[in-house]
């Protein structure tokens, strides 16, 4: 059974720092893209950053250099860094796996990661 099970979310003040972390299982997660997207109320998910199989990392403009993508094949784990957060990253936090050879995805549940004071 594939499963993604996000965690690490939850109430921050504006400046702090969570971890986000996605457990995946039921599936070769080496050989899958990982992708964090992000959903505010009342707006569409948007990517937030992807890590590749090997080395390509790609991070939205929104986000670029305070937020750090990386991924441990050995536990099958991806982990998303969140520093200086702010109150418009305020959103639940989706992990999704992607396969490198065709359209085969999966999602996770979310994670809801709140900033404000």
């Known amino acids: 059974q594939v499963r993604l099970v996000e965690s690490g979310g939850g109430l921050v003040q504006p400046g702090g720092s969570l971890r986000l972390s996605c457990a995946a299982s039921g599936f070769t997660f080496s050989n899958y893209f990982m992708t964090w997207y992000r959903q505010a109320p009342g707006k569409e998910r948007e990517l937030v950053a992807t890590i590749s199989t090997g080395t390509y990392i790609y991070y939205a403009d929104s986000v670029k250099g305070r937020f750090t993508i990386s991924r441990d094949n050995d536990r099958n784990t991806v982990y998303l860094q969140m520093n200086s957060l702010k109150p418009e990253d305020t959103a639940v936090y989706y992990c999704?796996?992607?396969?490198?050879?065709?359209?085969?995805?999966?999602w996770g549940q979310g994670t809801q990661v709140t900033v404000s004071s």
């Open positions: 999704n796996a992607r396969w490198t050879n065709g359209p085969r995805e999966y």
